[in-house]
């Protein structure tokens, strides 16, 4: 008989998946031109000093264009002042499409003043 020890079989641990999405699919496509790194094919083409700079005008031009969009998103007293002149030049046009138009509207802006104002001075001396 043998004094050794008899070996005890070693838990082996449980196998993990290798494989895992490293990226979700976006909603549009992409609009870069640079080439695809083809399944396979681990290292991408070889760039020029030309396309590199271009790709990055591209991507300085997009993020300027985001940054715009933000800007005019986040900034409401810009906005608000945009959305007032839009309404006076809207209003000059119809003053001068239709002058019996715009004296309508001005007399309906009045009375829906008046009315606002009564409610407001009738609610307070009531109490």
């Given at each position: ?97 239709n002058p019996a ?27």
């Amino acid at each position: 008989m043998s004094t050794e020890p008899t070996a005890r079989p070693t838990a082996r641990p449980t196998a993990r998946p290798t494989a895992r999405p490293t990226a979700r699919p976006t909603a549009r496509p992409s609009t870069s031109t640079a080439p695809k790194v083809v399944p396979g094919n681990a290292t991408p083409p070889a760039h020029g000093k030309t396309e590199l700079r271009a790709e990055a005008v591209r991507a300085r031009a997009e993020l300027a264009s985001t940054l715009d969009a933000l800007e005019y998103k986040l900034n409401l007293p810009k906005r608000a002042h945009r959305a007032q002149a839009r309404m006076a030049q809207r209003l000059r046009q119809l003053g001068e499409d239709n002058p019996a138009a715009l004296l309508g509207l001005a007399a309906a802006a009045a009375a829906v003043a008046g009315a606002v104002v009564w409610i407001g001075a009738r609610s307070v001396l009531k109490r």
